[in-house]
């Protein structure tokens, strides 16, 4: 540890997901030490958002012995841009939907200056399985967040890739649905991999399902517009014939997707975060079947499929807070 990171020993992890933000206040040693969340949405304004931040940051700040104690912040949102510090035409985000958002600054600004830095949140989930989970010692893997949207961290000879923009590896958006028949995305497109195979694709394939036909399914006993991922999980736990034809949709798809992303960097594991993994087999399963199916002949078997091993938000929050490390 460095003398800098001795006067001030902690940093600040913030994994801003579409539904609910989560902080973690970390040491040198990758230890969250306290964590507090609110809820992302339901702010009128970027500025709201941080105000609220702040305010929830306050006592666990205080809990470490105040932002004296505080080296930096690093931040891992949706469509963040690594070199600008911005969140830009977040699809899921209200807030930061229809324009460029200098988080970075507000945050510091609201935090007595404090340097702060941002990226994607899938990479910094990426960041956080190579140094604390399932991509301990690997160089080149693909990690693949299944929450509220999809999204993508992918590492390369061992760094991150951010492209000319820093805005590479948005793998979420890959079409695999073209023309009037693909679904209508956050991002103004439509056939986006986003809207088949995230928390919320997974729930919108249950209502077109269940609208389509008179299948018995336990998924009827609820109302179709309160429909979640978790319900879908549950009743494909529970053996629900059309739960289960829905994973295997899903986890087609993704399986054909991955197929691709093997083509352009060869990763020796695709990991896979978020909520749904949490269906294990029924949705692994059809992923590693389609992969095998579709993938080029010359990556055929080369490939791990791997669910992370950091629990809820840890890999995200210790992803960002290593970032926040990074700052000079």
Known sequence: MNEQQGLK??????????????FGIVDARGTIKATTAIKTGGFATADDYVKAAVQALQPIIEQVGGIETIKAMGIGAPNGNYYKGTIEFAPNLPWAH???????????????????????????AAVGEMVYGAAR???????????????????????LLYGHDGFAGELGHVIMVRGEEGRLCGCGRTGCLETYCSATGVARTARELLSKTDRPSLLREKNPDDITSLDVSIAAGQGDELAKEIYEFTGKMLGEACADFAAFSSPEAFIFFGGMVK???????PIKRSYDEHVLSIFRGKAQFLVSGLDGASAAVLGASAIGWEIQ
């Not at 324009?99 to 994607?120: K, R």
């Open 9 to 22: 020993p902690y940093v600040i992890g913030l994994d801003l997901g579409g539904t609910n933000s989560v």
């Open 98 to 124: 229809d324009g460029i958002v200098p988080l970075a600054q507000l945050f510091s600004d609201a935090l007595g200056g404090i340097p702060v830095a941002l990226t994607n949140d899938a990479n910094a």
């Open 137 to 159: 010692g690997m160089k080149n893997f693909i990690v693949i967040t299944l929450g509220t949207g999809v999204g993508s961290g992918i590492v390369v000879n061992g760094q």
């Open 279 to 285: 269906a294990g087999d029924l949705i692994m399963n």
